[in-house]
């Protein structure tokens, strides 16, 4: 499932948490503080580096 960078704050900031095999590629979520995210299997092809970063330190 391919959702936007905007759907995906929504939803997060919503207290939804789990986006498994959601499709990430190509977003940019520079400075996005999201701890407790689950993206197991999520497609993150052509992100951000930085945002990368960030989402995968907060992967716990």
């Known amino acids: ?3 936007t960078v905007e759907e ?3 939803r997060y900031a919503a207290g939804e948490r789990d986006f498994r ?6 977003m940019d979520l520079s400075g996005a503080n999201l701890p407790g995210i689950n993206l197991n299997q999520a ?7 930085s945002s990368l ?3 995968w330190k907060n992967v716990a």
Do not use: D, Q, Y
């Open 53 to 55: 970063f960030l989402l």
């Open 8 to 10: 995906l704050l929504k």
């Open 21 to 26: 095999s959601t499709t990430l590629k190509g």
């Open 43 to 49: 497609n993150l092809a052509e992100s951000n580096p």
């Open 1 to 3: 499932m391919r959702i």
